[in-house]
């Protein structure tokens, strides 16, 4: 098996497991719920593509999942200018936390539909998981620059700010959310974390 077949088998075993979470999970696991739009991989298959999660049947065959992502993958390869085939298939790598590879479908998506949301804010995601911190602060600002008073955005990049160690940024972050939402249960910590780094 060489090893491109054996990252497909990694992620078609992985998917059966994770498929369904929403986008925004991590961000909540690591600082509470952001309102980030969904990661969920079956909100934009095809109407005519089976679902990549079984309804009710949740002892789905982890072949028939690994077919499917691999379906959905190939078909966002071989039709670039289909937008749903990359979001699909950015959704899908995602998942696995293949960050490179969820950003090189997302920056195809988003050349097909440039004003689109959820492919800026998700761009900015997938960059911040992936430690390339300067383009998701580019995505996060463009995305925010569609919608200024989105509390998750907001979060993200103040949290984002706060990992670069940049205090000056991560303190405007703050603020702009703060008045987005003044009651933002991140708050507390995020300026616990400014106050530290001001004191580096």
């Keep these: 098996m060489n090893r491109d077949n054996l990252l497909f088998a990694i992620i ?12 925004a999970s991590t961000m909540s696991q690591r600082y509470g719920p ?12 095809p ?26 993958i190939a078909k966002a390869r ?15 790598e995602y998942q696995v936390q293949r960050y490179d590879q969820t950003i090189e479908f997302l920056l195809k998506a988003n050349q097909l539909k440039p004003d689109n949301y959820e492919v800026l804010a998700m761009l900015g995601e997938a960059n911040m998981e992936g430690a390339h911190y300067d383009q998701a602060e580019t995505w996060y600002k463009a995305a925010l620059a ?22 000056k940024e991560a303190e405007k972050a703050i603020a702009a959310l703060e008045k ?12 616990d974390k400014l106050a530290s780094l001001k004191i580096k």
């Design 34 to 45: 952001t309102g980030l739009p969904a990661m969920s991989a079956n909100q934009t298959l």
């Design 78 to 92: 071989s039709d670039p200018k289909d937008f749903d085939a990359q979001v699909t298939a950015a959704k899908l």
């Design 47 to 72: 109407a005519d593509h089976p679902p990549i999660q079984g309804s009710g049947d949740d002892q789905q065959n982890p072949q028939q999942v690994f077919a499917q992502v691999q379906a959905a």
């Design 180 to 191: 987005a939402d003044p009651s933002n249960q991140d708050l507390p910590q995020f300026r």
């Design 12 to 23: 078609g075993v992985l998917l059966g497991f994770i498929v369904g979470f929403i986008f």
């Design 146 to 167: 569609k919608k200024p008073g989105d509390v998750g955005v907001l979060a993200s990049l103040a949290f984002m700010q706060l990992q670069k160690g940049d205090a």
